[in-house]
């Protein structure tokens, strides 16, 4: 797949992060691959096949993809997690089943209605939830769907190092044999990536391993650095 003036692959069942400062077009980017955006120069190719091509419900079909600023849905915990997948709306155990991935199902499970509990507290009887709470339910709705690609824009941002780590565990897991592409700003949880994507400005900077990269001393090495001094 290509972006704007610059080329990357993504390979089949490969998990690649995407880094960059705050601006870099890390979002922009896996909204163009989720063909939420079309490119205004360049093409993004799939098997070879212009994305454009594509009928676009079929192609978001085979894409889960939880943003970072996912919406806390003030309905019941099962539906806040079905809504990833509206057509499976009645099949309990994919909901239970995605909430168990996500870890979701013990944030759900102590809860007086459990999968019936409705969340936020618009609503009398609501119960609402920390946002790493949150975070756990809107990740589920990624995996109702049984897609060939997964995209996780900094879903885990409420979450403290120790507890994300173990979602991306969990998620590297899950997600063999399926592409991925996540967003962190955690370096710790990028490293767990197959190769890793620095973008500047919009534009692919560097490219490869975390070993490869923090070998090369460019910029994801000087950033990996900055961010290590902070837990000496």
């Known amino acids: 797949m290509g972006v704007a003036a610059s080329q990357f692959?993504?390979?089949?069942g490969e998990k690649l992060a995407l880094v960059g400062e705050n601006g870099a077009g890390k979002t922009t980017l896996v909204k163009l691959l989720a063909h939420l955006y079309e490119p205004s120069e360049g093409r993004i190719l799939l098997d070879g096949v212009d994305l454009c091509e594509y009928d676009p419900e079929d192609l978001r079909r085979e894409i889960g993809i939880i943003f970072q600023d996912y919406v806390r849905f003030m309905f019941t915990a099962g539906e806040n997690i079905s809504i990833g997948n509206i057509s499976e709306n009645e099949n309990q155990h994919r909901i239970e089943e995605s909430a168990h991935k996500s870890l979701a199902d013990t944030v759900i499970e102590p809860l007086p209605k459990k999968y019936e509990q409705m969340l936020g507290k618009r609503f009398a009887g609501g119960v609402d939830l920390s946002g790493g709470q949150w975070q756990k339910v809107a990740l589920a709705r990624a995996y109702m769907r049984e897609a060939q690609l997964i995209i996780l824009d900094e879903p885990t941002a409420s979450l403290d190092a120790r507890a994300e780590h173990e979602v991306f565990l969990r998620f590297a897991e899950l997600m063999k044999g399926k592409a991925a592409v996540l967003i962190s700003?955690?370096?710790?949880?990028?490293?767990?990536a197959d190769r890793i994507l620095f973008l500047e400005h919009g534009e692919l900077l560097e490219l490869g391993t975390h070993e490869e990269l923090v070998a090369k001393g460019g910029?994801?090495?000087e950033l990996f650095r900055l961010q290590a001094k902070g837990y000496v």
């Open 185 to 192: 700003h955690r370096f710790s949880t990028v490293r767990m």
């Open 219 to 221: 910029k994801y090495a």
């Open 9 to 12: 692959t993504l390979h089949p």
